[in-house]
């Protein structure tokens, strides 16, 4: 039985639900953001209502996120003209609920292409993939203020520090963060690109050296003849207690699931194993979600189907369902 659960606006392009699953927030074509709420207890409607609705810029929105809970209502919006700005729900005195402006990101030589919230429940960390191969990883300094961000590091997709890349081009970036588990403060991210330059493409794990104090590359999650491909989308799994991580790349060659070890090697590298490739959408996928268990991947694309994925007790993963569209 299908059920209603919003009405998006005409125009509508991006959308995204918070953490709790209970709030949705769309961007649309004209640079509006919306914010759709539960019905009021007393409603006899069941489907969510937009309880507020402003401009945030005069081109389209192309991505929204929502900020983690514990450091409030919040939402970032990535914009056409490759901007990126915050937007926080508070409380000022006499005065109800409001949306207002919290803080901006830009830069003068490249645009935004992807970002995604990480860290810890006292520790906020934002990553920002650029349009010029680039990657800015920012900290927030004060829990209680949103607008208080400080850059931590910059540096580019590659696994050899020592080569730097000019004059790059990227159309897309795709940015994972690992699913923060309560027992460890570990920060990772998997960053895949689609840009002219091969050696930026290939999806690197990143993690934050806590004695040294800087990011650094421990895996690549690509063959020696797939080190090149554009990478469309990346999706990190929870960990329930499995004795490695499993990450999920897209490409044009498929959904590829790749384990990585816990254990470092003396050079501080993860080893890394891809153990499927799943086929079966026609057209780039361009959107991958696991569910908490990390044990089912629901994957979406171009052909407008969502495929889920998953795996057998010996490790065979499978097409478990096809959920197409009724019109």
Avoid at 3 to 29: D, F, H, M, P, Q
Avoid at 69 to 84: K, M, N, Q, R, W
Avoid at 204 to 221: C, G, N, S, T, Y
Wanted: include cysteine.
């Amino acid at each position: 039985m299908e059920k209603k659960v919003a009405t998006l606006e005409r125009g509508t392009v991006c959308s995204a639900w918070n953490y709790n699953g209970i709030r949705l927030a769309s961007g649309s074509v004209n640079g509006i953001l919306s914010i759709f709420d539960p019905p009021d207890p007393a409603s006899s409607s069941s489907s969510l209502s937009c309880s507020s609705s402003f401009k945030v810029n005069e081109v389209s929105i192309v991505k929204v996120v929502w900020v983690p809970p514990e450091f409030g209502d919040a939402v970032a919006c990535i914009s056409a003209d490759g901007s990126l700005s915050l937007w926080e729900e508070v409380m000022e005195a006499g005065q109800s609920l409001q949306w207002k402006f919290c803080t901006k990101f830009q830069s003068k030589t490249a645009g935004v292409l992807d970002i995604q919230f990480g860290g810890s429940s006292n520790c906020l960390k934002l990553v920002i993939a650029f349009s010029d191969g680039y990657v800015k990883v920012y900290e927030l300094l004060n829990p209680l203020e949103l607008n208080t961000w400080q850059l931590q590091a910059e540096f580019q997709n590659v696994i050899d520090s020592v080569s730097k890349f000019t004059k790059v081009s990227c159309s897309s970036a795709t940015l994972s963060w690992i699913p923060q588990r309560v027992e460890t403060q570990q920060f990772s991210f998997v960053l895949g690109l689609n840009s002219d330059i091969p050696e930026l493409n290939s999806p690197k794990v990143w993690e934050f050296d806590q004695m040294h104090q800087r990011w650094l590359p421990v895996a690549e999650l690509a063959l020696a003849e797939d080190s090149g491909e554009s990478v469309h989308s990346v999706a990190w799994a929870p960990n329930i207690g499995r004795p490695y991580e499993i990450i999920s790349v897209a490409t044009q060659k498929g959904i590829a699931i790749w384990n990585v070890g816990l254990n470092p090697d003396v050079d501080g590298r993860l080893s890394v194993e891809k153990v499927a490739l799943l086929s079966g959408h026609q057209g780039e996928v361009w959107q991958m979600e696991w569910d908490m268990s990390g044990m089912t991947l629901a994957s979406s694309g171009s052909d407008g189907v969502v495929r889920l994925w998953q795996s057998n007790l010996n490790g065979v993963w499978h097409e478990q369902a096809i959920l197409e569209p009724t019109s």
